[in-house]
């Protein structure tokens, strides 16, 4: 398969739990439980084609994660494997979920992250997203976010 993103199909089910489990097993301590993306039912959003997955150098380095929403296309989770951090590789899939979500018809991306992934929020923040309100879902303490978008 040709570099670059793709939809997921079932056989990158191991890849995508893989790289979900190394990019948010160390903040487990960090909030006291797994984080919502180690939870998530991969194979059903990889069933309803809502999956991406970045593939670099011939092998599958992260995830995107959106879903179409009535206002907003929600990017409900992006990872990079470790490894592969400070790439660009994060930053690529950033400008394609914005990039498909106005190629939706939407005015507006939004995410959440919880509160103590403070790295992440400041990262948002720095690429144009902003708070829109902070509560808690699941058990997480989250912070929404949301950028408009051109």
């Known amino acids: 398969m040709t570099d670059g993103l793709r939809i997921a199909v079932e056989e990158d089910l191991p890849f995508v739990e893989a790289i979900v489990e190394a990019a948010y097993s160390h903040y487990i301590p960090i909030i006291g439980q797994k984080p919502g993306p180690m939870v998530d039912d991969y194979a059903a959003l990889i069933g309803d084609r809502r999956v991406h997955v970045l593939q670099s150098d011939g ?7 959106l879903i179409p929403e009535e206002n907003a296309m929600l990017l409900d989770n992006i ?13 690529e899939m950033l ?3 914005e990039q ?3 190629d939706a018809g939407y005015k507006s991306i ?7 992934m403070t790295q992440n929020i400041a990262l948002y ?9 902070r509560g808690e879902e699941k058990g ?4 929404y976010m949301t950028k408009a978008l051109d």
């Open 140 to 143: 997480l303490r989250r912070v």
């Open 110 to 116: 939004r995410l959440y992250t919880h509160e103590k």
């Open 125 to 133: 923040s720095r690429i144009g997203y902003v708070e829109t309100h």
């Open 100 to 102: 498909s979500a106005r």
């Open 95 to 97: 400008m394609f979920a």
């Open 59 to 65: 092998v599958i380095k992260g995830v995107l994660v």
């Open 79 to 91: 990872a990079v494997i470790p490894a592969a951090k400070g790439a660009g590789l994060g930053r």
